[in-house]
T-cell receptor, first 112, second 111 residues
């Protein structure tokens, strides 16, 4: 595997379900990110991790819970989501400094 | 006022045309400027990265930054149908990790 990988690529879940999104980067980077991309809106930064420590939480509702066990892996745990949470969730990584970010293919999430 | 403004398009051009994509921004502290290309159902791919004002060229792509006007551009020469995608501008003041994105411009290059 190369670059940034994400699983699953597609996810349909009910409002009462619990699921997790997984991201893995094979670039040797120190920082990892979760973004939300909704139709016709700019990418919204959700969380930032540097060297496994969370350095940014962009006022994300608690029904989204990130986890970063090491610099290569990032998870987004989901529970009791709302239909408006349906979107493409993108993971990215960057070397220290963060201005060059590399994205994974995303998980297309549909909440029913 | 949004920090970064980008015309959503769609922009439709014939193959071989020169394409100009633009973003304006309001925060004069931005110093790092990027262009990403996003194909349908894929993640954004970093195309161009520039620091401060000036031009940067890479093959058929040229990125231009005019900090005095708070305006950045991406030019695509000899456009190809494979260039059909959404192009996102992004910028940062260099504060650790924070990128601000435009909403993206959809480009269609028809044969």
């Amino acid at each position: 595997e190369t670059g940034v990988t994400q699983t699953p690529r597609h996810l349909v879940m009910g409002m009462t379900n619990k699921k997790s999104l997984k991201c893995e980067q094979h670039l040797g980077h120190n920082a990892m990110y979760w973004y939300k991309q909704s139709a016709k809106k700019p990418l919204e930064l959700m969380f930032v991790y540097n060297f496994k420590e969370q350095t940014e939480n962009n006022s994300v509702p608690s029904r989204f819970s990130p986890e970063c066990p090491n610099s290569s892996h990032l998870f987004l745990h989901l529970h009791t989501l709302q239909p408006e949470d349906s979107a493409l969730y993108l993971c990215a990584s960057s070397p220290g400094g963060g201005t060059e970010q590399y994205f994974g293919p995303g998980t297309r999430l549909t909440v029913t | 006022q949004k920090e970064v403004e980008q015309d959503p398009g769609p922009l439709s051009v014939p193959e071989g045309a020169i394409v100009s994509l633009n973003c304006t921004y309001s925060n004069s502290a931005f110093q790092y400027f990027m262009w990403y290309r996003q194909y349908s159902r894929k993640g954004p791919e970093l195309l161009m990265y520039t620091y401060s004002s000036g031009n940067k060229e890479d093959g058929r792509f040229t990125a231009q930054v005019d900090k005095s006007s708070k305006y950045i551009s991406l030019f695509i020469r000899d456009s190809q149908p494979s260039d059909s995608a959404t192009y996102l501008c992004a910028m940062s003041h260099g504060g650790y990790n924070k990128l601000i994105f435009g909403a993206g411009t959809r480009l269609a290059v028809h044969p």
